[in-house]
C-alpha cells in the first residue's frame, strides 16, 4: 500500500534546465549591453565550464565570469545580469502539465506527499514557495539536512523519518534513475521514473512504473491500494 509519495524537484515537479537555459539566455547579452567584451558563445562557454565544475546550483557563476575575463568583479555588469536572469527565472520556472491537478488528487486521496531535493534549502524553497507548493507538502528535505544527496540513503530516510512512513509505503518519484530512483530502491522504496523529464535519454532505469505524465501517479495509488 501507498502511504506517502516523494518527489524530487527539478525536472520533476519543474523544468529546471529550460528555466536555467531561458534565464543563462537574458543574463549574457545583458551583460554585453552592460560593457563586457566577449561573445555570447564564449560567455556561454565559460559558464558551463563553471558549472561543471562548481555544480549547476552555484550561485556566484557570474562573479567567477567577470573574474575570468576581465580578472575582478565589475558590479555594473554584475548587476546587470542578475536581473536579466531573475526576470527570465521567474518566468520560466513552471510546472509541468498536470502538476497542479495531479497533487490536488493525491491529497483528497489521503496521500502524504514529500520533497526530496539535492538543491541547497533557500534555493529549493525558493521554487517551492514561487509555485505555492509551500502547503502542499508534509515534509521538504534538502542537502543542507543531511549534508548528503542522492543516491546516499541518508536524504531518503530523512525524508521517511519526516513523513512518518516505512520506506515499503512510500513511492519515490524522480527522472535521474542513477541518484532518485536506485537511492530509492536500496532502502526498499517503490520507484517511478518520471520519463516525462528525462534529459539523459535515459534507456534502463529500474523502476517498478514509468511516467509518460505526472497524472500516472494517481492510476498506480488506484491499484497498489486497490481503490
Given amino acids: 500500500m501507498i502511504k506517502a509519495i516523494v518527489f524530487d524537484l527539478d525536472n520533476t515537479l519543474v523544468d529546471f534546465m529550460k528555466m536555467k537555459r531561458r534565464a543563462i539566455e537574458e543574463a549574457i547579452p545583458a551583460m554585453i549591453d552592460a560593457g563586457l567584451k566577449v561573445t555570447s558563445e564564449e560567455a556561454n562557454r565559460i559558464i558551463d565550464e563553471i558549472y561543471k565544475e562548481r555544480g549547476i546550483e552555484y550561485q556566484n557563476v557570474f562573479d567567477v565570469l567577470l573574474q575570468r575575463i576581465l580578472n575582478k568583479v565589475d558590479h555594473k555588469i554584475l548587476s546587470a545580469g542578475i536581473i536579466a536572469y531573475r526576470r527570465a527565472r521567474e518566468a520560466s520556472l513552471i510546472p509541468y502539465p498536470h502538476v497542479y491537478s495531479t497533487l490536488n488528487s493525491l491529497l483528497k486521496l489521503g496521500i502524504k506527499m514529500g520533497?526530496?531535493?539535492?538543491?541547497?534549502?533557500?534555493?529549493?524553497?525558493?521554487?517551492?514557495?514561487?509555485?505555492?507548493?509551500?502547503?502542499?507538502?508534509?515534509?521538504?528535505?534538502?542537502?543542507?539536512?543531511?549534508?548528503?544527496?542522492?543516491?546516499?540513503?541518508?536524504?531518503?530516510?530523512?525524508?521517511?523519518?519526516?513523513?512518518?512512513?516505512?520506506?515499503?509505503?512510500?513511492?519515490?518519484?524522480?527522472d535521474w534513475a542513477e541518484r532518485d530512483i536506485q537511492g530509492a530502491m536500496k532502502i526498499g522504496m517503490k520507484t517511478a521514473f518520471a520519463k516525462y523529464g528525462d534529459t539523459f535519454n535515459t534507456e534502463q532505469h529500474d523502476a517498478d512504473y514509468e511516467l509518460p505524465d505526472i497524472s500516472v501517479l494517481i492510476d498506480i495509488v488506484h491499484r497498489e491500494n486497490k481503490l
Fill in 115 to 174: 520533497v526530496l531535493s539535492d538543491a541547497p534549502a533557500k534555493e529549493a524553497w525558493l521554487r517551492i514557495a514561487f509555485l505555492n507548493f509551500q502547503h502542499t507538502f508534509d515534509a521538504v528535505v534538502t542537502f543542507d539536512d543531511t549534508g548528503e544527496r542522492k543516491p546516499s540513503p541518508a536524504p531518503f530516510l530523512k525524508i521517511l523519518e519526516r513523513l512518518e512512513v516505512n520506506p515499503q509505503e512510500a513511492l519515490m518519484v524522480g
